[in-house]
């Protein structure tokens, strides 16, 4: 069974919109991380984000929030106000035991001028 | 700004070669990761040690990869002999595990790798 489930492959956005990226999750641990990562075209990837299953606040990076629904296992990605620069592939990611992650298979985000 | 460095940024080679990758994590970091990114399979995490100790390679094929840390600054890992299907990106990824965001990883660049 897929532990991370991402089911928008592409997503178009107009600039200065906001929008949501989708992630779902399965564990049975009750200690876990959430993880958001962007990559961008030229190729690395970027830490964006951060939510601990204990944490009873949703998390935020400057424009970039996590709407983290316990009860319905989701992690979604809230990007503000979407630039240019913001498109790329985004990665959520499942942290359930020691610091190994696992990944899902990636939403690629395109913004429209 | 502490980065995460691999070398080469990219390699061609053909098939039988040897491969060596390298990897220096970010500096006070005690976990480094390595994982290969296809179109076919995604992010796959092929092995990762802390504190220079290998603790998990499960995902590496066993015959032909090899992954060590020599020391706190350096992480290889090797393919030998290569083969077409090893094409990919090889990511370095490093961490402190006593960081409150226990898990965040920094990655490199990436080696991208082209057998033929």
């Known amino acids: 069974a897929q532990k991370i489930t991402q089911t928008q492959p592409g997503m178009f956005v107009q600039e200065k919109e906001a929008v949501t990226l989708d992630c779902t999750y399965d564990t049975s641990d009750q200690s876990y991380g959430l993880f958001w990562y962007k990559q961008p075209s030229s190729g690395e990837m970027i830490f964006l984000i951060y939510?601990?299953?204990?944490?009873?606040q949703n998390a935020t990076e400057g424009r970039y929030s996590l709407n983290f629904q316990k009860a319905r296992k989701s992690a979604n990605l809230v990007i503000s106000a979407s630039q240019l620069g913001d498109s790329a592939m985004y990665f959520c990611?499942?942290?359930?035991?020691?610091?190994?992650?696992?990944f899902g298979t990636g939403t690629r985000l395109t913004i429209i001028p | 700004d502490a980065r995460v460095t691999q070398t080469p940024r990219h390699k061609v080679t053909e098939m039988g070669q040897e491969v060596t990758m390298r990897c220096q994590p970010i500096l006070g970091h005690n976990t480094v990761f390595w994982y290969r990114q296809t179109m076919m399979q995604g992010l796959e995490l092929l092995a990762y040690?802390?504190?220079?100790?290998?603790?998990?390679d499960s995902g590496m094929p066993k015959d032909r990869f090899s992954a060590e840390m020599p020391d706190a600054t350096l992480a290889t890992l090797k393919i030998q002999p290569s083969e077409p299907r090893d094409s990919a990106v090889y990511f370095c990824?490093?961490?402190?595990?006593?960081?409150?965001?226990?898990?965040?990883?920094?990655f490199g660049p990436g080696t991208r790798l082209l057998v033929l």
């Open positions: 939510q601990g299953s204990y944490d009873e």
């Open positions: 990611a499942m942290r359930e035991q020691y610091e190994k992650l696992t």
């Open positions: 040690f802390r504190n220079r100790a290998p603790l998990d």
């Open positions: 990824a490093s961490g402190l595990l006593a960081a409150a965001r226990i898990g965040t990883q920094y």
